[in-house]
């Protein structure tokens, strides 16, 4: 389920100050490199953190850096026991990704136990950066908070007091709805009711019918993947848009507004770290990527690259692979790059960085097959994520 890939070669002696543990400095990506997440994450992520190593110059602190990638098949079991191997016998230093909430938690864990960084690219939870943070884990591209927190908010502001949720019965589901009807309450709006659905259901008519029977003003689609894509379809095809009920998606990207069609798709409104068609250096980045990978980055792809760099240039830096040393200089440089700007890693291991308010384009205003998103208004950091004062990180000094 997994393989080597040398990034660099080896050359010369080591840098006099570098103090890697094992004449090499090695990475592995875990993912969902064959499920229904594939198409996010998965082999794309093996593609952006190669780039990152080769964009390095295939070494740091002297020596070469290698890459590892496996399947966590979203099965906690599997996803741990991957990484406790890569750990234990292959000497890997730090593993991105993470797969998913589950897995992350427990490979968070594993790593904190085994002194090896763990930085999550695609998921959600905000427990890695809550009551299970790590010394040795960041959380970098976004989480439940963000998403739900930076929607609702554009939401609300546009009108959307009242709101009917959606919700895809697990635990990811769950925590979208509760963030984002916190913030509803919050301001003064109402929640008119919720129905929650199997992961996995294909027929939401019931769900749909007890919406629009709701009069809310916003349906929130607290779903992922291709349950998200159904709701969504089925919305149109039921005309919530038409009775005055507007779609506010809690997770989407950039493959499914294209999965989904620009028809019914349209209008739709959603948060986002990364959008391939934002400025110079995003569409650059995005093309390399494509000539590799045969479509854009979506925002966890972009992400890892985003990671892995920084990571190299803290192992640089620090002149080893020692994940306490490593760590403080990732904490101490800047996140400087095609994605972010200015980001910082906060105690909890919470990457700041701004995230993006996105609505997908009418069919009349796309720009070629992947020019299917705009990007409505950027939301601060300090803005997007749970203030480090309400964390329930036991690390946070109070």
């Not at 002696?13 to 993912?31: H, K, N």
């Not at 990638?69 to 079991?77: E, F, V, Y």
């Not at 985003?306 to 002149?319: F, I, P, Q």
Request: aromatic letters at 8%; hydrophobic letters at 45%; one cysteine or more.
């Amino acid at each position: 389920m997994w393989k080597w890939v040398m990034a660099g070669v080896l050359a010369g002696g080591m840098a006099a100050q570098a103090q890697p543990s094992d004449r090499a400095v090695r990475i592995g990506i875990l993912a969902d490199m064959s499920g229904v997440f594939a198409d996010i994450q998965g082999p794309g992520d093996v593609v952006a953190a190669r780039m990152a190593i080769e964009d390095h110059g295939g070494r740091a602190a002297g020596v070469p850096v290698e890459l590892v990638s496996g399947d966590g098949q979203n099965r906690t079991d599997i996803g741990v026991s991957l990484a406790r191997r890569w750990f234990d016998n292959e000497r890997v230093d730090a593993i991105f990704g993470l797969a998913n909430s589950a897995i992350a938690l427990g490979v968070q864990a594993l790593g904190a136990e085994r002194n090896r960084i763990t930085i999550a690219t695609s998921v959600g939870t905000t427990d890695l950066t809550g009551r299970a943070c790590a010394a040795t884990g960041a959380h970098w591209v976004y989480d439940n908070y963000a998403l739900a927190a930076g929607t609702a908010n554009a939401m609300f502001d546009a009108g959307g007091r009242d709101w009917f949720f959606i919700t895809s019965d697990y635990a990811f589901g769950h925590s979208l709805e509760a963030n984002a009807a916190a913030v509803v309450r919050e301001r003064g709006g109402r929640v008119m009711g919720s129905v929650r659905v199997p992961l996995g259901s294909t027929d939401f008519a019931s769900a749909l019918a007890q919406a629009a029977g709701s009069r809310a003003q916003v349906l929130g689609i607290a779903a992922a993947g291709a349950d998200f894509q159904n709701i969504v379809k089925q919305a149109s095809e039921f005309g919530l848009q038409r009775r005055g009920m507007r779609p506010a998606a809690l997770l989407s990207l950039l493959t499914d507004v294209r999965a989904l069609g620009s028809e019914a798709a349209q209008g739709l409104v959603f948060t986002e770290a990364f959008y391939w068609d934002q400025n110079d250096d995003t569409r650059a980045f995005a093309a390399r990527f494509q000539a590799r990978h045969g479509r854009p980055p979506t925002m966890f792809q972009a992400g890892t690259y985003s990671a892995v760099r920084h990571y190299l240039k803290a192992v640089d830096a620090a002149g080893t692979d020692e994940a306490g040393a490593v760590m403080e200089r990732m904490r101490a440089i800047p996140v400087e790059d095609f994605m972010t700007r200015g980001g910082t890693i906060r105690e909890d291991g919470r990457m700041m960085r701004d995230m993006y308010l996105m609505r997908a384009l009418p069919p009349a205003q796309l720009r070629g097959e992947w020019g299917l998103l705009e990007v409505v208004a950027t939301i601060p950091a300090e803005r997007a994520f749970r203030p480090l004062a309400n964390s329930e990180c036991p690390r946070v000094r109070r």
